[in-house]
């Protein structure tokens, strides 16, 4: 895949529009109601019975969260109340226990994720607590095969905490910073200082931790090229082994929480270009290397290494260095990925803890794969995770001939031929430089779903 990041203002502006992340294809909206609690159950004795069963991974959803960040479109919580959270955590470890009874002892879970939310929220008591009972139901790989993460409110701990998450058995962290700048803070309802988030990073240093992540946020109310400029300032001094910068989405009509964003303080829409195209230039600059999507890496960490020898996977949790596992969500809303199935669990918490006092899993609607799906999952995968799709791999692999099965959307590709983002060949398809940011734009080509899909999507670029 090729290194470079050029931008184009014309080309992505023509290109930027509404589009899936494809964490997962189908994508959400097609998860139907109709795959229920029997059919899960099926999935993970299908996933037991393969000749090499593979390792496991877990989402874990915490949805607590002491204040409202005005921005946020998660599933959460705002409680000061920490009985809630001390009932939920039992809830969660009997769901813990019932998943864990479905999956052989002989698998290992490799990758952990702690999301919300704030998994923070919870002490790191109950922190332990959790990691007990995953061990104990999931069997936790050996330290040096794993990749266990959460993301971190730097609000709501400190330093010496952030060693005993270490203990714990985290060996990585992501901060969410979203913006340095008091006024952008304020309006967001998210203020925190740069003080408390340097001294976080250090001690995730201190304790050994193998790689610490830091979250952006682009296009919030009142931020100007100037102001984010000095974010940036102050995060490529800090020089975090990973980089997600996320492209705000202001949907007020959805999401209550965005209405007390003032509508005047939003910026104009071309101040988005701006602000993505100050990204690019000043990260890269830097020395960090643009995986895909959102995300950017040091050349050193373990993202950049297999974006470069072909192996980086791409799942609910986002990029991953770790082979494909079969992901069991955990939490009210979780969603997984077990065998050739999606899951994902009820939301609200009285449904959650009703269905698990009955003995029942909490899964609420899914889906199974079917054989063209299998198919352009793998198609987008490959695009979205080495920018290559090899002809001659993909016709054996599912026994089809390329050109005439995906000859609609091969003619979808044509403008993008043409615009200098694709190369097409007998034996490939290619994103070239120019058409690394829109890598979802030549995925979308590839979904059978996409003109029928009522889903809610986020702009691609």
């Known amino acids: 895949m090729h290194d470079k990041l050029p931008f184009n203002r014309s080309l992505v502006e023509k290109y930027d529009r509404p589009g899936p992340r494809y964490t997962s294809y189908p994508t959400a909206p097609q998860f139907q109601a109709a795959f229920a609690e029997d059919d899960y159950r099926t999935a993970a004795e299908r996933s037991n019975r393969l000749a090499a069963p593979k390792r496991l991974s877990a989402y874990v959803h915490i949805p607590f969260c002491e204040s409202l960040c005005y921005y946020c479109a998660c599933n959460k919580i705002i409680t000061h109340n ?19 009874a479905l999956f052989d002892e002989s698998r290992r879970m490799t990758q952990l994720h702690l999301g919300g939310g704030t998994p923070t929220y919870l002490s790191n008591d109950q922190l ?8 104990e139901a999931f069997h936790f790989a050996a330290p040096e095969a794993r990749e266990f993460s959460l993301e971190v409110d730097p609000r709501t701990v400190t330093p010496t905490q952030i060693h005993e998450l270490r203990a714990l058995g985290f060996n990585r962290l992501s901060f969410g910073v979203q913006d340095f700048d008091p006024d952008v803070q304020a309006a967001v309802n998210r203020v925190q200082s740069e003080a408390q988030v340097v001294s976080l990073v250090a001690a995730a240093r201190e ?18 090229v100037a102001s984010f400029d000095a974010t940036l300032d102050k995060i490529i001094a800090l020089r975090p082994d990973r980089i997600a910068t996320y492209s705000y989405a202001h949907l007020p009509e959805l999401f209550k929480a965005q209405r007390l964003i003032r509508p005047e303080d939003m910026p104009p829409p071309e101040r988005k270009l701006e602000l993505l195209e100050l990204i690019i230039r000043r990260l890269t600059a830097a ?20 974006r470069k020898n072909g192996t980086l996977q791409r799942n609910f949790q986002g990029y991953s260095t770790h082979a494909d596992c079969d992901l069991i969500g955990l939490g009210n809303t979780a969603i997984g990925k077990v065998g050739d199935s999606y899951s994902q669990n009820v939301k609200e918490t009285a449904q959650y803890q009703a269905r698990l006092e009955a003995g029942r899993l909490p899964v609420m609607r899914g889906y199974r794969l079917n054989a063209d799906d299998l198919l352009r999952r793998d198609v987008i995968n ?51 430089p120019a058409g690394r940011l829109m890598m979802r734009n030549v995925a979308m080509a590839f979904d059978a779903y996409l003109a029928h899909s009522t889903g809610r999507y986020s702009r691609t670029v």
């Open 382 to 432: 490959a695009l979205m995770c080495h920018g290559r799709v090899d002809v001659a791999a993909t016709e054996a692999a599912h026994g089809i001939v390329f050109r005439t099965y995906f000859a609609e959307a091969l003619d979808a590709l044509a403008e993008m031929q043409a615009d200098g983002l694709i190369a097409i060949s007998e034996q490939a398809i290619e994103v070239l």
């Open 128 to 135: 332990g607590e959790l990691m007990t009972a995953l061990d």
């Open 82 to 100: 920490r009985e809630r959270a001390a009932e939920y955590l039992t809830w969660l470890k009997r769901e813990i226990a019932l998943q864990g």
């Open 207 to 224: 304790a050994g931790f193998q790689s610490v992540s830091v979250d952006l946020i682009y296009g919030l109310p009142l931020q100007t």
């Open 287 to 306: 020395g960090y290397v643009y995986i895909g999507m959102d995300h950017f890496a040091l050349p050193e960490d373990e993202l950049s290494l297999a």
